[in-house]
């Protein structure tokens, strides 16, 4: 199946990163001592691509003030540009790039093929939007992409009546043949192995004749916080969003309403450089930190003291503080066991961290993150044991015992998350070597200057 590679005439997300690299990959920088250091960070990817999609369908121009450029936006950008959505970019309000007005498309138009990159809103958000246009429209992305679980999302758009052809794998490639409308009505999926399952569905819902009646059927439902904004970002368009009951959402047919929308820091992409504060000691500030949020990076707030860390928050500005040292000049990192299903993008970074506490940590509820970027629970397991790590992966979640590290090449596997653990982990142990810091690109392709500012 042709499809075209992924494209932006006027951005490459990847270039900041890769001038930082060299031939064996990109020499993580050592922490000379500890920090005092001021980061202010681009965009939610969360937000951004739940507001391009909500823009696109709405019944007027939207603008996105401070919205996210990144790999995964700019996929997003040129999938719903594909779909017919014009885009015009204005002078930046946010210090990271323009703003963007969102002119929604008279007619939603399929016929064209779009590159998901590995990005899972791409390919679980815009399926739905093309079911709404005129004509077939392929969804294709990276190798990786390829071995993101996308059942659920075809077999929900089956049963509201959408015709989609694939080659039974319950994956990309695979064509939606929009018809310009979708009956919508009730639907049962199972949404144990990704939330944005139910995002996407939700997110296109009120532009379906009937509306939507979704019930999940798994036992486990990851990523709640992340449905929390999906349906926080369709009431803010005045969209009628009830949950009778836990895993249960119906959705009302109705106009989604143009808005202008500021959009908050990814305090997800803030978790390496709070993280850097307990494994290099002395504190980090991030700024534009939102009073109140629907991002489950918000979460470290409460995540990182169970390491020890103090916290505060001093009106839109949170500090992180390292614990006080032990009386034998250790971190005074503890270990933690915890529950991380509803924080999945965070385990990591969370991850890292646990590597250089006291003792030792389990983290549970993160089988779905096997079908992120890559396995994750293999990868952090591999890249940590490969610097002499003691990482085990359970059914679940991963139990972590510190042990000595030493230095060495670190594989990032094309996950920007990946790629942060290994900054993470370079901070105290000199010699680790990132082979492609450019997959920061993602979500932050500022991360290795960041990086580099924070250390300074
Ligand atoms: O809807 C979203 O914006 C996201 C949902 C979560 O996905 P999963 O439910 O697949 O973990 C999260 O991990 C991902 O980074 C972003
Ligand atoms: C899982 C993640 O991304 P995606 O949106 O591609 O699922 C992530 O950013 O950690």
Redesign the pocket.
């Known amino acids: 199946m042709q499809i075209s590679r992924y494209s932006a005439p006027e951005f490459d997300p990847y270039g900041e990163a890769r001038q930082t690299e060299t031939d064996d990959g990109w020499r993580a920088p050592v922490a000379v001592g500890p920090l005092a250091s001021v980061v202010a960070l681009p965009g939610s990817?969360s937000l951004t691509n739940r507001e391009l999609v909500l823009a696109a369908l709405a019944d007027g121009h939207s603008t996105l003030q401070a919205p996210l450029w990144s790999r995964?936006s700019e996929l997003m950008l040129e999938g719903l540009r594909a779909l017919g959505t014009r885009f015009e970019r204005m002078p930046g309000t946010g210090g990271f790039g323009d703003d963007l007005r969102v002119i929604p498309a008279d007619e939603l138009v399929g016929s064209t093929t779009i590159d998901c990159g590995?990005?899972?809103?791409v390919m679980r958000f815009v399926p739905p939007v093309a079911a709404l246009a005129l004509g077939p429209t392929t969804f294709d992305g990276d190798e990786g992409a390829r071995r993101r679980p996308m059942g659920a999302s075809i077999q929900g758009l089956r049963a509201l009546g959408v015709d989609i052809d694939d080659d039974g794998r319950g994956a990309l490639p695979f064509t939606v043949h929009g018809t310009g409308r979708v009956e919508g009505g009730a639907i049962e999926l199972d949404a144990s192995a990704s939330s944005?399952f139910v995002s996407g569905l939700l997110l296109a819902a009120p532009r379906f004749e009937r509306g939507l009646d979704l019930r999940h059927t798994g036992e486990r439902l990851p990523s709640l916080p992340h449905i929390e904004m999906t349906i926080a970002a369709l009431r803010a368009r005045g969209v009628d969003v009830t949950t009778p009951e836990p895993g249960h959402w119906q959705v009302a047919p109705g106009a989604i309403r143009a808005i202008d929308v500021a959009i908050e820091p990814d305090l997800s992409s803030a978790a390496p450089f709070l993280v850097a504060a307990l494994v290099a000691g002395g504190h980090v500030t991030v700024t534009g930190w939102p009073e109140q949020t629907t991002q489950v990076g918000a979460q470290l707030a409460v995540l990182l003291p169970r390491f020890g860390a103090r916290v505060s928050i001093d009106d839109d500005r949170l500090t992180v503080r390292a614990p006080e040292p032990t009386p034998d000049g250790g971190r005074g990192i503890r270990g933690a066991d915890l529950d991380l299903s509803e924080a999945g993008?965070l385990v990591p970074n969370v991850v890292a961290l646990a590597a250089f506490a006291d003792g030792p940590s389990t983290f549970t509820g993160i089988g779905h993150i096997r079908h992120?970027?890559t396995d994750r629970l293999a990868a952090l397991a591999a890249e940590l044991n490969g610097l002499g790590g003691h990482v085990t992966e359970l059914d679940d979640g991963l139990r972590i015992e510190p042990a000595p590290l030493h230095g060495g090449p670190w594989h990032a596997y094309a996950d920007h998350?990946m790629a942060t653990t290994g900054a993470i982990v370079g901070l105290a142990v000199p010699g680790v070597v990132v082979d492609d810091i450019a997959s920061t690109g993602k979500?932050l392709p500022q991360f290795p200057k960041l990086w580099e500012q924070m250390l300074a």
């Open positions: 990817k995964d590995l990005a899972g809103t944005q993008e992120h970027e998350r979500t």
